[in-house]
Nanobody, 118 residues
Framework: QVQLVESGGGLVQAGGSLTLSCTAS????????LGWFRQAPGKEREFVAS????????NYGDNVKGRFTISRDNAKNTVYLQMNSLKPEDTAVYYC???????????WGQGTQVTVSS
């Protein structure tokens, strides 16, 4: 059974930083595009970032460019999201995803809450 488990969410003040991790089990995703999405209350799911299996190609949503960095460790079957200069509008449940094609994915994590206070 494939599982994606996120960790690292929490409460942080505006301007602060958090790093999210997502570790996969059940199969290897070393050749898959991995990514992060988020969903705030009352809003649609939003693309945050994705990374190719080599790590060379990284894409970011317009709202996080320059502040967030996605990375991966294929040996650990893990993808990371370093979030800096956090804003209250970054408050959301963050989901990792695997086997991305555009904004669709075959596998999703259960989500981790990130709350940024002003």
């Amino acid at each position: 059974q494939v599982q994606l488990v996120e960790s690292g969410g929490g409460l942080v003040q505006a301007g602060g930083s958090l790093t999210l991790s997502c570790t996969a089990s059940g199969r290897t995703f070393s050749r898959s595009v991995l990514g992060w999405f988020r969903q705030a209350p009352g809003k649609e799911r939003e693309f945050v970032a994705s990374i190719s299996w080599t790590g060379y190609t990284r894409n970011y949503g317009d709202n996080v460019k320059g502040r967030f960095t996605i990375s991966r460790d294929n040996a650990k079957n893990t993808v990371y999201l370093q979030m800096n200069s956090l804003k209250p509008e970054d408050t959301a449940v963050y989901y990792c995803a695997a086997d991305l094609t555009g904004e669709s994915a075959n596998y999703w994590g259960q989500g981790t809450q990130v709350t940024v206070s002003s």
